[in-house]
């Protein structure tokens, strides 16, 4: 077999055994949604109003709210076999639209903030480890740590001050500017000048993480036995230090990397409220106070698939990292 | 009567083609805040707040409403009201053509306030309850039949209460789920052009508006920023430029006021009448006493809540209704609403009611709902926890989501004492009857009588009231309505709400109206 | 346990962490002694700034001390952190051990669960539980042990794994030794370290989850918390910042202070490192 | 006269504060010449490895340093020279080869490009010259297929093969000096025997003046020119390889080499004709199950055990003796009912043992017991040694009293302090933790006693001490035991009878003295022939191992479908 169908063999394999899993987690969500009291229907007949108990009867048979829970599942189930997401009640549009419009804003911000933090994090967690116990050890450390436990809002809203009301550099939120609608290139410029702050932000927090896995990884391979075979074989700190060691201590960071996604999706909620982001940690958030069970489900889904995705793809980096690990 | 509102529409009309006529600065962006992003677009069917931030600027209604509350034309030219009050014709504007270049006709007036308003908007039923027939002898005369004279009636002809909408596109389907929800064809001085969820709603100039020169924006955005301290960098920055109903928190809008470049009005808000109260469950649990409920009222430091809070923006309820009816002579001040509390007076009443205190100081415990739109209403119930605490009531305070909380409150009436606030409308026939009516105890239906108080002899007064044409004789019948709430008290009012509009000062022109940030903004403007 | 604590000491910063949780600890043991009024109380003129009206740290919208609400505070905070980390280790410890004790069938059933809370985004689900939950300090809780657990468990599992083919786990097996008893008392003291580390760090993370629940006002509204506060104080950090930025900072260096005790646990506990720290 | 290339004098390297002793090593004199090889030898902890690193400025420094003395290679002062120069002579002029092949190479790295940075750092030659070089490296080294193995990642070596690829790594440049520290110990007897046959061949080759650290005097007697013998981080005594193991000065080395097992087997015992357990037809295989969560592929199979036959006799010893991967610990693993077998039946006085139910098979451990072989993983760190050894009657139901009681009794016939009792395994040494171990197997007071490798892992000086007392232990308590080993001495001197085990099956079974004057199978007589230091303290003549080419078949080889 050749390394590539071996590869797409693997991807096969771990897409199917990932199938359980997201039925597993849509199931779980659809019965913790229905035990919470309200549903869309009270949310849209509030939020227009007043409505009549006829009316919203009808829009409950409309959404099929009225079926018993059971049904309910089997006719999801059903759909999501076809790649029928089904319809959002609140934006009143298909679930797919909708999360493929949010879909492109949460995946810019995840992998600007992935790269950022997994960039700066290797950068400073070499930097410490090979400055080890010395003053930029020790700040790198504690600036890891700050940023790490400061409250991701209360950074964002620093963010905002200094960078677009003081300094005038980025705007406050938002993907596009609005007042001009670009088109092409300025949009794609545009667009980066938005997601600089929230991405500063958001990978801050992510940012202690690296750093902290690569100082405490690096180490690690420092004191591996092979670095003294590199030393006893003349080479130059520099070369065992990033061809040897370097290599070696990014597998575990490669690992939490993938782990980290799926918490990014969820973890954007802050970020994404006070940048204005529109991106899924939101659409999640209010279709769950907007109780728009498909539409939450949807993301669910898809979040799920992305995290199970990622996982794949990080597998794979692996074994392109480490010899060790072969795909199958 | 008919009259006097013939005479004003006329002079209204003059000042209007002078306004317009005025060389004013045409072009130009305006983003706006819209807070929240609004569930659909069919502001025929859901008077969602945010809705009628975007929608009176698509769709129009007959009439709009200045800040005296005179009536300004709109689609209809002027009207006429036969002696009895039952019978209104309607003369509508000639030209006028729908978005997509349909003229637009009596039809489309008739089909709306019959199929739609009257059938699927929230408050169009009772509106428009008294209609019964719609005549269009030709395509720009609408006469209205109605059974018993409506006065207020007449205060719902705004695009935001009652928007005209394209029969054309609505007709022989179901109206609710009507594919115009997110596709809005209206008349008004802005078209539809897209919404980008989570993002923002771009409205486009409509080039061929009826009236000619206006509009002078090219462009309307709404934009959604979910966060509060967010929203108010975004109108420091200059990158939104009008946020209305709070959407800056009066915190920063108290700040904001003191930059040459931003302003901050009350106006706008007079056909809305938000009142803040507490509803209490009246059938069942501690508060079933009216004396409890009377402490309460008398206990509360209204000022102090107005002041810390709202900062400042707010004027202490005196009476069940709201004192911006003294227009109409309607509101009369009542005792138990003491301005700042009177704390001792309400630990008399208890006492006197027979309420002992416990060893620990606790006369009975209860919980308190929240309403969950926003941090001001957890700060409120924080206030009155600490408020009944003082005389004896121990609060536990609860805060669920939306959907739990109307669950709770208006369909399992599962609640004891709940935090809210209601619209009380320009008349008390549309925002307040449906407070205390037995006929509007009605359960699912949200914002009606949770209280589920019953009083046989108020039914029969706000009846009257309703119905009551002579001015001098609503007069006295709303005196005794709000004798008999200020007695038994099933909901305590709070205070008036004042809803605030920050603004850049460049915006000009978009405050004309009363109905401020659900207005068309035709004929605002921006200055260089 | 003295050996122990000598290269605990040896790493300073985490002596540090130490000390100030430790007054951390003492100031949420002696909140009712320090402010003995209840934290909610209007206790005087709303926004005083710092050091005036008699405020140390001023005081909120309402007219609450700030500095009480923060003495109150760190009692729910810590509880909270620690409340929902034993429940999430407890959790994590079942799952693992009998995942990696027993393997096969039970392992691959224990750890596609696992795989299933680790695939759901963990804040959007807690988010979700609190709020079917109810917003209340249990539900709180509940929602960060749940979306904490699956590290643990793999955690332990792995160490499981690994122990369980020591030799003197095997030796307790030739002495007919039962598996309960082989779990509990030969093989779990000895992941004890690893389960401390990542503990002390998740009471870390279970305050910073607090605080942003708080923030999206999930918080339990009847109990004084630090998310409480920041999240009662945000919309004025502009105007007002003393009223969330010191929550803030208690919190930053609660969770600065765990973790620098983390580290050095991890230090102390794992002689592979020790040479180099 | 052949050059002397190296000079240690006056050698100190010191410990970091609040270690147990000030100086790793003190005062230490060696020399090395060109051709020659120097055996440092000792146990563990005596300074030979920080010899060795000290040569390369290999030490962790700063906390263990160089404080006096000085290193003099070819004129220079290698503790004084820059880092610049150090690094140039590292690798081209002195070279080094670890114990742990499998560690001491990068595991991501291919071992052609493993090799390629030697030249990269300090010669200039082009890519495809190195590349040829390097072949011809993996070549002049025996591995098979040196191309394939340019691209192989060490983990898809053999242990010999990686240690033959760091040889080559390590005499790229034809280095004057390579130090060797325990290059042999992690490999099994016979792959030994190749790398020191290779050591020496290119030594001859290359005229390189080796540094051999070692704790093992059969190597020594087998590849030393010159040996110096150390203790406690001092040279205690050197000279000629004849000087010192035939006629030690120090009573160190006097004591260190009479522990060393003579090949010579001791005298059998007359064994009984009562079986106390059978082991028929016996069959194990390993893999083959999907990986976790099934996520890997099958697995491969690997037939751990393939038809063991085995009787144990009462009061004898019986040696199970093979390489790693034989399936030595698998039989003993099976036997004990650590792992299930797959096929076959053990037997202990009438009742098959391997079929008993978890439950059911409580009530025989009293009957069976298990030495383990590392002394530092086999006993719980948390667990006190008293209770550690009361486990066992605990846990079969004895009063807990009783119990201590009789712990305490072990203590003191294991040879331990009383005051052991309350103490954690980890304040005691190997030796003493392997005492520890055996009186927690005595504690059930076992007929049978499985001892798995039980010295290996211990120093020479104390190997024999533990075996002793499991020969005492075995006598006082009329124990039958199986005794499994890779160590020929070893088995010589503890084994009446004993069976050779390769790939899963026995293939020889006899008296040891039968099977070392004259084994029948070709393996055996293999492993006979590659102990180390056979020539010095080896087995009487009367063994000429490689004659007999008669190859015997393995006992009860009736294979089943």
Not at chain 4, 407 to 417: T, Y
């Amino acid at each position: 077999m050749t390394r590539s169908s071996k590869i797409f063999r693997f991807v096969l394999k771990r897409l199917l055994q990932g199938i359980p899993i997201i039925l597993a987690i849509v199931i779980i969500n659809f019965f913790l949604l229905n035990m919470a009291d309200g549903d869309a229907v009270d949310v849209l007949a509030g939020e227009a109003g007043s409505a009549t108990p006829e009316y919203m009867a009808e829009l409950r048979a409309k959404f099929g709210l009225d079926q018993p829970l059971p049904v309910q599942l089997f006719v999801y189930l059903k759909n999501v076999v076809v790649l029928d997401l089904g319809y959002s009640f609140r934006h009143d549009m298909p679930v797919s639209e909708l999360i493929v419009d949010r879909f492109w804003p949460t995946a810019l911000l995840m992998v600007s903030t992935i790269l950022l933090a997994v960039g700066f994090g290797i950068l400073l967690g070499l930097l410490a480890a090979m400055r080890l116990n010395t003053w930029k050890d020790a700040v790198i450390t504690v600036f890891a740590l700050i940023t790490y436990a400061t409250p991701l809002f209360w950074v964002g809203l620093m963010m905002i001050v200094v960078f677009s009301l003081n300094l005038g550099w980025f705007p406050t939120s938002g993907m596009e500017n609005v007042a001009a609608f670009y088109e092409g290139w300025d949009r794609v410029k545009d667009i980066a000048v938005h997601l600089v702050l929230p991405t500063i932000t958001l990978s801050l927090f992510y940012l202690a993480l690296y750093t902290r896995m690569m100082r405490a990884s690096m180490l690690e391979q420092y004191g591996q036995d092979y670095v003294i075979t590199a030393r006893a074989k003349g080479l130059t700190e520099r070369r065992i230090t990033f061809v040897h060691v370097l290599r070696n201590a990014l597998l575990p960071v490669v690992t939490m990397a993938g782990v980290q996604v799926g918490a990014l999706i969820g973890g954007s909620v802050i970020v994404e409220s006070v940048f204005a982001w529109p991106g899924l940690g939101m659409l999640a958030f209010e279709s769950l106070f907007a109780r728009d069970l498909n539409l939450l489900l949807g993301i669910f889904l898809l979040s799920s698939v992305l995290v199970i995705v990622v996982n794949l793809i990080v597998d794979i980096i692996y074994s392109l990292l480490d010899p060790r690990i072969e795909v199958s | 009567m008919k009259n006097i509102f013939k005479g004003s529409l006329v002079a209204l009309a003059l000042i209007l083609s002078s306004v317009a006529a005025k060389a004013q600065e045409a072009g130009g962006t305006l983003a706006f805040l819209v807070q929240p992003e609004p569930p659909t677009l069919a502001s025929y069917v859901s008077t969602s707040g945010p809705i009628g931030l975007v929608m009176p600027k698509v769709y129009e209604g007959l009439f709009d409403y200045d800040n005296d509350g005179k009536m300004v034309p709109m689609l209809a030219e002027s009207y006429e009201m036969s002696a009895d009050g039952k019978t209104v014709t309607f003369n509508l504007r000639k030209g006028v053509r729908w978005h997509d270049g349909e003229p637009f006709t009596s039809a489309d007036v008739k089909f709306t306030i019959l199929e739609v308003l009257k059938k699927v908007h929230p408050r169009g039923p009772n509106s428009f309850r008294e209609v019964s027939r719609i005549d269009t002898p030709d395509d720009h005369t609408a006469i209205f039949h109605l059974d018993n004279p409506a006065p207020y009636m007449m205060r719902s002809f705004s695009a935001y209460e009652s928007p005209m909408v394209p029969m054309h596109l609505l007709e022989g389907q179901d109206i609710k789920s009507a594919p115009l929800a997110n596709n809005p064809v209206g008349t008004g001085p802005f078209k539809f052009v897209e919404w980008k969820k989570g993002q923002y709603i771009r409205l486009d100039k409509n080039e061929d508006y009826w009236q000619e020169g206006l509009p002078y924006l090219d462009r309307i955005v709404g934009r959604f920023i979910p966060d509060a301290s967010t929203r108010t960098a975004a109108m420091e920055n200059g990158e939104v430029m009008y946020a209305a109903y709070n959407a800056i928190p009066n915190i920063d809008a108290v700040r904001l006021k003191e930059r040459d470049d931003i302003d901050v009005t009350t106006d706008g808000y007079s056909m809305i009448n938000p009142m803040a109260l507490i509803e209490f469950n009246t059938k069942e649990g501690p508060f079933v006493d009216p004396a409890i409920r009377r402490a309460i009222s008398t206990a509360i430091d209204r000022r102090f809540m107005i002041d810390t809070i709202f900062f400042g923006y707010g004027k202490p309820a005196t009476s069940a209704l709201s004192s911006n009816y003294k227009a109409t002579n309607l509101h009369a001040e009542m005792p138990n609403y003491p301005e700042t509390g009177d704390v001792d007076a309400a630990n008399a009443m208890l006492d006197a009611a027979g309420y002992a205190r416990d060893g620990d100081g606790v006369r009975m415990r209860a919980v308190l709902d929240i309403i969950p739109y926003g941090e001001d209403w957890r700060r409120a119930g924080e206030y009155l926890k600490q408020a009944m605490g003082d005389i004896g009531i121990e609060i536990e305070l609860r805060y669920e989501d939306v959907p739990t909380w109307l669950k709770r409150v208006y369909h399992n009436y599962d609640f004891e004492m709940n935090v809210n606030y209601f619209y009380q409308l320009p008349d008390p026939v549309l925002g307040v009857h449906r407070h205390y009516g037995t006929n509007q105890i009605r359960q699912g239906t949200h914002f009606v009588n949770s209280s589920r108080y019953s009083n046989p002899e108020l039914d029969a007064l706000l009846d009257s009231g309703s119905k009551e044409p002579d001015a001098a004789k609503r007069t006295a019948t709303y005196q005794e309505i709000q004798e008999i709430l200020a007695n038994d008290m099933p909901v305590v009012n709070l205070f008036e709400l004042e809803f605030l509009t920050v603004y850049n000062t460049e915006l000009k022109g978009a405050y004309g109206s009363a109905m401020g940030a659900y207005g068309s903004f035709r004929e605002a403007w921006l200055e260089d | 346990m003295l050996a122990f604590w000598h290269r605990y000491k040896r790493n300073r910063s985490a002596v540090f962490g130490l000390v100030v949780i430790v007054l951390v600890v003492l100031m949420a043991a002696t909140a009712d002694f320090l402010y003995p009024f209840d934290p909610f109380r209007l206790a005087g003129k709303p926004l005083s700034a710092p050091g005036t009206n008699g405020f140390l740290l001023g005081s909120d919208s309402l007219g609450r001390d700030v500095a009480a609400g923060i003495v109150h505070g760190a009692k729910t905070s810590l509880l909270i952190g620690l409340i929902a980390t034993l429940v999430a280790v407890f959790i994590g410890i079942l799952f693992g051990a009998l995942s990696g004790y027993y393997g096969g069938q039970l392992d691959n059933m224990l750890m596609r669960i696992t795989e299933i809370f680790q695939t759901i985004p963990s804040f959007i689900f807690a988010i979700l539980l609190v709020a079917i939950l109810k917003p209340s300090i249990y539900s709180v809780v509940i929602a960060i042990s749940v979306v904490s657990w699956p590290g643990v468990a793999r955690l332990v599992r792995g160490e499981f794994l690994s122990l369980k083919s020591r030799e003197f786990v095997q030796a307790c097996h030739t002495l007919g030794m039962s598996d309960l008893r082989i779990m509990l008392r030969e093989i779990l003291p000895n992941c004890l370290s690893p389960i401390i580390v990542i503990g002390s760090l998740m009471v870390a993370t279970a305050i910073l989850i607090e605080s942003g629940l708080s923030f999206l006002g999930l918080g339990d509204p009847n109990i004084m918390s630090w998310g409480f506060q920041i999240g009662a104080g945000r919309t004025m950090l502009r105007s007002a910042w003393w009223v969330c930025t010191f929550p803030g900072v208690a919190i930053l260096i609660t969770v600065l202070a765990i973790n620098l005790v983390g580290e050095g646990l991890n230090d102390a506990l794992n002689p592979r490192l020790r040479e180099r720290n | 006269m052949k050059q002397k290339l190296l000079n240690i004098s006056d050698l100190h390297i010191e410990l970091p504060e609040g270690s147990d002793r000030q100086y790793a090593i003190q005062k230490v004199d060696l020399e090395l010449k060109q051709g020659e090889t120097l055996c440092v030898v000792g146990e563990s902890g005596s300074g030979k490895s920080l010899t060795a690193r000290a040569i390369m400025g290999l030490l962790p420094e700063p906390h263990v340093r160089v404080s006096n003395g000085e290193i003099i290679f070819n004129g220079e002062d290698i503790t004084k020279v820059s880092y610049e120069r150090l690094r140039d002579l590292r690798g081209s002029e002195i070279s080094m080869i670890f114990q742990e092949p499998m560690t001491a190479l990068n595991p991501v790295m291919s071992i052609g490009s493993q090799i390629d940075e030697i030249f990269r750092y300090h010669v200039s030659m082009s890519k495809a010259e190195r590349q040829k070089r390097a072949i011809e490296l993996l070549a002049d080294v025996n591995l098979p297929n040196p191309t394939q193995i340019m691209n192989a990642y060490p983990h898809e070596l053999s242990g010999g093969q990686r240690q033959r690829a760091m040889i080559a790594m390590a005499l790229a440049l034809k280095p004057q000096i390579l130090i060797a520290d325990e290059p042999t110990t992690a490999l099994d007897v016979t792959t030994q025997a190749q790398i020191l046959k290779l050591i020496k061949d290119m030594q001859t080759v290359y005229d390189t003046g080796v540094l051999f650290i070692t704790h093992d005097f059969g190597v020594v007697a087998d590849i030393a020119d010159r040996v110096a013998v150390m203790q406690h981080g001092i040279v205690v005594e050197s000279g000629t390889v004849k000087q010192v193991l035939n006629n030690p000065k120090h009573p160190y080395t006097k004591a260190l080499i009479s522990a060393v097992p003579s090949l010579t087997p001791r005298k059998a015992k007359t064994i009984s004709k009562e079986k106390v357990l059978e082991v028929k037809d016996v069959s194990k295989t390993f893999g083959g199950g999907r990986g976790l969560f099934g996520f890997g592929k099958p697995s491969r199979q690997v037939d751990a055990l393939k038809n063991v036959t085995l009787d144990l006799y009462n009061g004898e010893t019986l040696g199970v003796v093979g390489e790693s991967g034989s399936g030595k610990s698998t039989l003993a693993r099976c036997i004990i009912r650590l792992m299930d077998t797959d096929a076959g039946a053990i037997t202990i006085e009438g009742t098959q043992i391997n079929l008993l139910k978890r439950k059911a098979m409580r009530t025989w451990r009293n009957k069976i017991q298990m030495v383990f072989q590392d002394p530092f993983a086999s006993l719980n760190p948390r667990i006190r040694v008293g209770d550690i050894i009361a486990q066992g009657p605990i846990t079969q139901g004895v009063a807990r009293e009783d119990a201590l009681k009789r712990a305490r009794e072990l203590i003191s016939i294991v040879g331990l302090d009383d005051r052991s009792f309350e103490r954690y395994p980890h304040e005691f040494s190997g030796g003493q933790r392997q005492r520890i171990g055996i009186a927690r197997s005595l504690a059930l007071k076992p007929e049978i006693l499985i001892a798995d490798e039980p010295v290996s892992a211990l120093d020479v000086s104390i190997q024999s001490q533990i075996l002793d007392l499991l020969d005492d232990i075995r006598e006082q308590m009329k124990l039958s035991m199986i005794f499994i080993t890779h160590d020929l001495r070893v088995a010589a001197q503890v084994c009446d009878r004993m069976a050779v085990m390769q790939y899963g099956e026995v293939v020889e079974v006899g008296k040891t003295k039968d099977i070392f004057a004259n084994p029948q199978h070709n393996y055996t007589i293999d492993l006979l022939s590659a102990v180390p230091g056979k020539d010095w303290k080896g087995i009487s003549p009367t063994v000429n191992a490689g004659k007999s080419k008669a190859k015997a078949k393995p006992k009860s080889r009736s294979k089943t479908s």
